[in-house]
C-alpha cells in the first residue's frame, strides 16, 4: 500500500503553509438567551429524537433567523449534539451567511470553492473499508482549530439509503466507568490528515496544504456547556500520545468498540431533499451509511467555521451524570428562585415541554 502511494506523494508540492492556531471569536452560544424562547417559540414542534443526542424542529426556516434565533440555535446545537430541520428554503449563499454568523469558516483545502464541501452519495462496502466518510470521524478533527458549528444541507437525496449517523461523545465520556474516565483525561491523541490527503492525491485531486498531525486532548471541555466529551475518532485518530505501540493498539481498539457499540448514544438520520443537520462538531462524531442506492442521487453542501482549539479544564468541567446530578440536587435547594425555575422548567406557550433537566446547562451558560 505504501508503496502505491508514495510516488504520487513526493511529486506533488502543496502550495499552502499549515494553518496556525488563532482565537476564534467568542462563541455565538454565550449570547444566547439560556431559554432559547425566540427560536424554541417559533418552532411547531421541537422533538428529542433520543435522550442524548438529536432534536428536530419543525415550523422554522433557518434562512429567516434573527441573530438572537441564530444564537439560541447555537446553545441548542452545542446542548443536543445536532438539530435537525427539514424543507428548507435556503441559497448557497445565504447558507455562507448563516454560517458567517458564527466565525470564521472552515477552508476545505481540496474543494473549489473551499468555503463548502460537496457532499455526494456513497457506493462501497462498509465492512471492507474504513478509511472515508463511512468510519466514525469529526470533521478536520486534525486541525489545530477544528470546526465547532457544522451544517450540512442535503439538496437531493435518494428514496432510501444515505442516512447518516450522529454519536454524542459528551455520552460516551458519561458511560465510561470512572476508572476510565480518570485514566482519559490524561491522553492526548494524534489527529492526521495523512490518510485524507494521500486519498485525495491518489483520487486525483491537488489539496492546498500538506498533511498535518496534531495532538488534542482525548477528554476535551465543552467551552459553554462546560460538558466533559471524549474526543476521539476511528478515521484521524491514529495513536495515543505517550503510549507505546501495543498500549495505543489496545486503547484505540477500545475506543473503538466504545463508540461502534454506542446504538444508545447515537441519532440516525434519514435524509430528504431541502433538509438540514446543523451539529456541534466538537462533541460529535458522525459517519455516513454507504451502499444500495445511486450515488448519483445525493448531494449536499456542508459548511462549517474554525472552533476553539481544543482543551481539557478540569477545574470548570463535570461529566453529563455529575452536571444531572447537581442540576437535581441544586433545584431542590433553590425551588423559590423563580428565575432559576423558569430557566429549567420553561414551558412554551403551545404547551411543549423543553425542560428536560438534564438538557438545560443555563447556570454555566452565562459564564
Ligand atoms: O455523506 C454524509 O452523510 C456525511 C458526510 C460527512 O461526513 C460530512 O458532511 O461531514
Ligand atoms: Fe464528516
Do not use: C
Request: hydrophobic residues 35%; charged residues 25%.
Amino acid at each position: 500500500m505504501a508503496l502505491d502511494i508514495t510516488p504520487a506523494v513526493l511529486a506533488y508540492v502543496p502550495p499552502d503553509p499549515p494553518l496556525e492556531q488563532f482565537e476564534p471569536a467568542r462563541d455565538r452560544a454565550f449570547f444566547a438567551d439560556p431559554t432559547k424562547a425566540s427560536l424554541l417559540s417559533q418552532a411547531s414542534s421541537i422533538e428529542a429524537l433520543t435522550p442524548y443526542i438529536g432534536t428536530e424542529l419543525k415550523g422554522v426556516q433557518v434562512s429567516q433567523l434573527t441573530d438572537a434565533q441564530k444564537d439560541e440555535l447555537a446553545l441548542l446545537v452545542a446542548e443536543r449534539g445536532v438539530v435537525f430541520f427539514r424543507d428548507q428554503d435556503i441559497t448557497l449563499e445565504q447558507q455562507h451567511a448563516l454560517a458567517a454568523h458564527y466565525g470564521k469558516q472552515d477552508r476545505d483545502p481540496s474543494q473549489q470553492d473551499p468555503r463548502h464541501v460537496t457532499i455526494l452519495g456513497h457506493d462501497f462496502n462498509i465492512r471492507a473499508k474504513d478509511r472515508n466518510v463511512a468510519a466514525y470521524h469529526g470533521d478536520h478533527s486534525f486541525e489545530v482549530n477544528p470546526p465547532s458549528y457544522t451544517l450540512l444541507r442535503m439538496l437531493r437525496t435518494p428514496e432510501t439509503g444515505g442516512d447518516t449517523i450522529f454519536t454524542s461523545q459528551v455520552a460516551l465520556f458519561d458511560k465510561l466507568s470512572p476508572t476510565f474516565q480518570k485514566a482519559f483525561e490524561g491522553f492526548f491523541g494524534i489527529h492526521s490528515s495523512e490518510k485524507y490527503y494521500l486519498n485525495s492525491i491518489n483520487g486525483g485531486g491537488k489539496p492546498r496544504r500538506a498533511p498535518i498531525i496534531t495532538e488534542h486532548p482525548l477528554v476535551r471541555t465543552h467551552p459553554v456547556t462546560h460538558l466533559k466529551s471524549l474526543n476521539y475518532n476511528p478515521l484521524f485518530v491514529t495513536g495515543v500520545k505517550g503510549l507505546n505501540d501495543r498500549e495505543s493498539f489496545h486503547t484505540l481498539n477500545f475506543l473503538y468498540d466504545h463508540l461502534h457499540s454506542a446504538d444508545d448514544l447515537t441519532v440516525r438520520w434519514k435524509w430528504t431533499p431541502d433538509s438540514i443537520a446543523f451539529w456541534d462538531n466538537r462533541v460529535v462524531v458522525h459517519r455516513a451509511v454507504p451502499g444500495g442506492y445511486e450515488p448519483s442521487s445525493r448531494e449536499g453542501k456542508r459548511t462549517a467555521i474554525f472552533g476553539e482549539r481544543p482543551f481539557f479544564d478540569p477545574s470548570i468541567s463535570e461529566s453529563w451524570s455529575e452536571r444531572k446530578e447537581r442540576l437535581k440536587k441544586e433545584k431542590l435547594s433553590i425551588e423559590s428562585n423563580s428565575e432559576y425555575a423558569v430557566k429549567t422548567n420553561g414551558h412554551l406557550e403551545n404547551g411543549t415541554r423543553l425542560d428536560e433537566p438534564e438538557l438545560n446547562f443555563s447556570k454555566l451558560n452565562v459564564v
